[in-house]
């Protein structure tokens, strides 16, 4: 709103902003309620509308804040006659402290040395400090690298400090910047063109064919720590399986290739191991290339219904055959996109009674494999029993064309994997660990294409495996990308395991360069 459309009067700005904040308290009341419903706030029911009511939210809070600063100047500039008492303003969003692991800059503003009063002098007497955050804007520097050369005067001999290593064998790109340009393309989804516009207004010449370069040598790096990843992550028991679409740049088109994970989270019941995910990439979708991946693992592995994963549950398969733990979420979901459509009311109604399913496993999350598999034998069976009843019952009533029939067959037809966490601890109701991994990559799907070839979808699927497992540890991606990649080139590969993220330590401030 422009300031000539602002009321005049005091009193009809103070209207409307407080309808502002009345709408505002509103939608905050109704997000913060629907982010603790029973159903979740990862739920399809919620996310959508959530990510909605947030964005009407932000619009609304600026427009108010806009339009209030709009009217106090409008006050300002009135007539001292029309001038009123400051009413009680719009409460303002709260503020958070700021990380206290922040650098602090501390600026002093100078005081008077004399009392304004009567020129006497001062003592201190304490201090108020308010804190701002700031940016500061990334820069570049060059880093000199000195080695100086010494001669004894007694033999004329010359000796000289090793050249240092670098983080990779070509190119003059610290590993800072290596990083940088790592996670800006896989994490921010940034492609390496743009990256190489928006340093060319910085005064800094990079290529995209010098960017490219970088990151295939670093991907040649840190393929070490991508297999020990991948080693750890089918060393489980039990894992998570998903795939997803990614575009690869071909000739004169774009075609569909896929990006695999798999999931090792022992979390949900209490298991000590460190979360990771490993990614791997393929040019289709093919059954053989699971097939592939978990060639030598045999255990419990949770899924979708992709027909390919079949030869994997085979029982003749060696070295044996994986056990099949279907998702609850995607059997929920066929029936909530039929309850959200069509009202179908069965849809609604398998809905509720398979939410009941996860409110329990809400409250037993990070309980023991043994302690889950108690709660589940006592509350989800009858209730599991009981839908198992209803579905049948409702399903004989339906033809096979119909949309709800065809939900219902979904999940009667895979029962035995469906009711799999009812005799095992270990396995959860959802794959929801493998579709978080995936998020990332269907957020900058549209973002980026591949170089053109497969050999850049296994390279996103390596960096992809170290990015997912840092942040499934809690770890800074850049901030590890950065030290592993000054520090792996001379570190002993005995020690390797010293540098997987779920061991990394985050070093103190290296010294600056003189």
């Known amino acids: 709103m422009t300031r000539a459309a602002l009321p005049d009067d005091i009193a009809s700005l103070k209207a409307m902003i407080l309808a502002q904040d009345q709408l505002i308290e509103a939608l905050k009341l109704t997000i913060a309620k629907l982010r603790h419903e029973k159903y979740g706030a990862s739920s399809e029911r919620g996310r959508k509308l959530i990510d909605?009511?947030?964005?009407?939210?932000?619009?609304?809070?600026?427009?108010?804040?806009?339009d209030e600063t709009a009217a106090e100047i409008a006050a300002q500039t009135a007539e001292p006659s029309r001038r009123a008492a400051k009413p009680g303003q719009r409460e303002r969003p709260a503020r958070r402290a700021l990380p206290s692991d922040l650098p602090r800059e501390r600026l002093v503003h100078p005081a008077p040395s004399q009392c304004p009063c009567c020129g006497g002098p001062l003592r201190k007497l304490g201090e108020d400090i308010t804190e701002t955050l700031e940016y500061v804007p990334a820069h570049f520097k060059v880093i000199q690298h000195v080695r100086e050369k010494f001669a004894c005067r007694k033999c004329f001999g010359v000796t000289q400090p090793p050249a240092p290593f670098h983080p990779i064998s070509r190119g003059r790109a610290g590993p800072e910047l290596l990083a940088q340009v790592l996670f800006a393309k896989y994490r921010a989804h940034l492609p390496l063109n743009r990256q190489s516009e928006i340093w060319a207004e910085e005064g800094i010449n990079l290529d995209v064919s010098t960017l490219a370069d970088w990151v295939g040598a670093c991907a040649a790096t840190l393929a070490p720590l991508i297999e020990a990843i991948c080693?750890?992550?089918?060393?489980?028991?039990?894992?998570h399986a998903d795939d997803t679409t990614v575009p690869v740049l071909?000739?004169?088109?774009?075609?569909t290739g896929r990006l695999w994970t798999y999931v090792r989270d022992d979390r949900p019941f209490g298991g000590q191991a460190p979360p990771a995910a490993a990614f791997f990439y393929s040019p289709d979708r093919g059954g053989e290339h699971p097939?592939?991946?978990l060639s030598g693992w045999a255990g419990i592995m949770q899924a979708d219904a992709y027909a390919g994963y079949g030869e994997l549950y085979d029982a003749v398969r060696k070295p044996a055959p994986i056990i099949e733990a279907a998702c609850w979420s995607h059997a929920r979901r066929k029936f909530f996109e039929l309850a959200t459509l069509k009202k179908a009311p069965i849809a609604i109604e398998a809905v509720r009674r398979i939410d009941e399913l996860f409110a329990i496993e809400r409250e037993i999350n990070g309980l023991s494999a043994s302690a889950r598999l108690a709660e589940r034998q006592e509350r989800s069976a009858p209730l599991v029993e009981n839908l198992k009843a209803w579905l049948t019952e409702e399903r004989a009533k339906l033809s096979s064309k119909n949309p709800v029939a065809k939900a219902i067959d979904y999940s009667l037809k895979r029962w035995p994997a469906m009711t799999l966490f009812l005799?095992?601890?270990?396995?959860c109701l959802s794959n929801n660990a493998a579709e978080r991994a995936l998020r990332g990559i269907a957020v900058g799907r549209h973002n980026w294409t591949f170089a053109g070839s497969d050999r850049g979808g296994e390279r996103a699927a390596a960096i992809y495996t170290l990015i997912e497992t840092c942040k499934m540890n809690g770890v800074d991606p850049r901030a590890w990308l950065a030290d592993v990649l000054r520090r792996l080139?001379?570190?002993p590969a005995s020690r390797l395991v010293e540098l997987l993220p779920w061991n990394w330590k985050k070093p103190a401030v290296l010294a600056q360069a003189a």
């Open 291 to 293: 097939l592939m991946h």
């Open 52 to 66: 909605q009511l947030e964005l009407q939210l932000a619009e609304l809070v600026e427009n108010a804040a806009q």
């Open 489 to 491: 080139p001379g570190h």
């Open 231 to 239: 080693a750890h992550v089918f060393t489980a028991e039990r894992i």
């Open 423 to 427: 005799t095992d601890g270990r396995v």
């Open 250 to 255: 071909a000739k004169n088109k774009t075609r």
